[in-house]
């Protein structure tokens, strides 16, 4: 079986404490320790140390990140733990640098990952309803879909060479909330990808 590390980037906020995103961790943990899998849960609202991370990171086969989207991005505590772990693990640990080399400078960058063969999974929640995507008439989005918009998320994983598994998300979290059927599509998502 596999190393999972479960990432909960929720940060606190007066308007969502993070309780589905912290269900949603406690469910997939739950799931796939059911399934023999060695689990470890970072949550980044906690803290963190570096060196620790940059182990979870190397141990893990699979990555599972369980954020909220604020603002059209994820909470500004992930940001600073990408910031602080990912630049540490550009010695080696997670990338060699950018991947380009002095003989060839305008090419291969974002090549120098180092966790080739392991794979990576994002599960969302968002205050926006799923109807606000892959439509070329709704205003905001304008034909996007969920992955589009967390783009920057895929190339930070793919600069280590992960390997993207199928994005889950929740809609409409805070004014048409759906819980218990997005706990059991999550649980099927699990089932499908591990």
Not at 71 to 81: E, N
């Amino acid at each position: 079986m596999s190393n999972v590390l479960i990432i909960n980037a929720h940060h606190q906020y007066p308007f969502s404490k993070g309780e589905l995103n912290r269900s949603l961790v406690l469910l997939a943990k739950r799931l796939l320790e059911a399934k023999e899998h060695t689990v470890k849960v970072v949550d980044v609202d906690s803290g963190w140390d570096v060196e620790e991370e940059l182990k979870n990171h190397q141990w893990a086969d699979i990555i599972l990140l369980q954020s909220p989207i604020n603002w059209m991005g994820v909470p500004w505590t992930f940001k600073k733990y990408m910031d602080e772990v990912y630049t540490a693990g550009m010695d080696g640990t997670l990338c060699n640098g950018d991947g380009r080399t002095r003989e060839q400078p305008r090419s291969n960058y974002g090549a120098g990952g180092t966790l080739v063969g392991k794979k990576y999974m994002v599960s969302l929640t968002f205050n926006a309803p799923m109807e606000a995507f892959d439509d070329s008439n709704e205003y905001l989005f304008q034909g996007k879909t969920v992955d589009d918009l967390i783009f920057p998320i895929h190339m930070n994983f793919r600069f280590f060479a992960m390997e993207a598994m199928e994005t889950f998300a929740c809609f409409d979290v805070m004014k048409n909330a759906a819980i218990e059927s997005d706990f059991k599509r999550f649980e099927d998502h699990l089932h499908k990808h591990f």
